[in-house]
């Protein structure tokens, strides 16, 4: 079955640090990967979107890569500061109709100042 | 303010009631989504509707049904509610079902079974 791994439950960095975060998934080939942003109490928001054929994709301090050799994809937040602590969620997602987004557990991250 | 309502926010219910959380988005988005989120397991689909009409069951249909009678509004029901069932519930929508869609969320329902 379908299997998907966030790096870590919980990482904890200094304000300032890169944070990079991990999405590792199994037994599919998706053609796009979805990360989503998660606060305390509310649903998760939509961040990025990163293509089979990009190996990497950028907006303002974050960067998500997409290594479909590895089955991998890297979440970076660069400059972090106490207002990214959230949990982060990551979605392979294969392009065909009729198949429903399936997420990571999560990794939280807690940038300390 | 475009988005997804769901209702309640918050319920309490006694073992064996019926339960219909409800979930109105006005963005016209074909596909809706019904999620549980628990702590350790993260969200699991429930289920999930490609467009009026249809719908197709997630990772754990069991004990909950839904219906999609306009592009709207998809309630989630339960027929007669557990303990296992206490979570916390999301709707989501996108514009539809193939990978570049990406979804939009309600705010959540929480819902305790006792």
């Known amino acids: 079955s379908q299997k998907i791994e966030q790096n870590s439950e919980a990482l904890n960095i200094q304000e300032g640090k890169t944070a990079t975060l991990t999405c590792n998934y199994t037994n599919y080939s998706p053609a796009y990967l979805q990360w989503y942003r998660q606060d305390p109490g509310r649903g998760p928001v939509f961040l990025l979107l990163i293509r089979e054929n990009e190996k990497e994709k950028r907006k303002e301090r974050l960067k998500v890569t997409f290594d479909t050799t590895l089955k991998q994809s890297l979440f970076h937040i660069t400059a972090s500061q106490p207002a990214d602590s959230a949990t982060y969620l990551c979605?392979?997602?294969?392009?065909?109709?009729?198949?429903?987004?399936?997420f990571g557990k999560g990794t939280t991250l807690s940038v300390s100042s | 303010i475009a988005g997804i309502t769901q209702a309640p926010t918050s319920q309490i219910l006694a073992a064996g009631r019926r339960m219909t959380l409800r979930c109105t988005q006005d963005?016209?988005?074909?596909?809706m989504y019904w999620y549980r989120q628990d702590l350790g397991l993260g969200l699991r689909l429930i289920h999930y509707s490609n467009t009026a009409g249809t719908t197709g069951k997630g990772e754990v249909p069991d004990g909950y049904s839904v219906s999609r009678a306009n592009t709207d509004d998809f309630p989630l029901t339960l027929a007669s509610a557990v303990p296992s069932q206490t979570s916390v519930y999301f709707c989501?929508?996108?514009?539809?079902?193939?990978?570049?869609?990406?979804?939009?969320f309600g705010a959540g329902s929480r819902l305790t079974v006792l």
């Open positions: 979605a392979p997602r294969a392009n065909q109709a009729g198949t429903a987004l399936i």
């Open positions: 989501a929508s996108s514009e539809g079902l193939t990978g570049a869609n990406v979804l939009t």
């Open positions: 963005m016209r988005h074909n596909a």
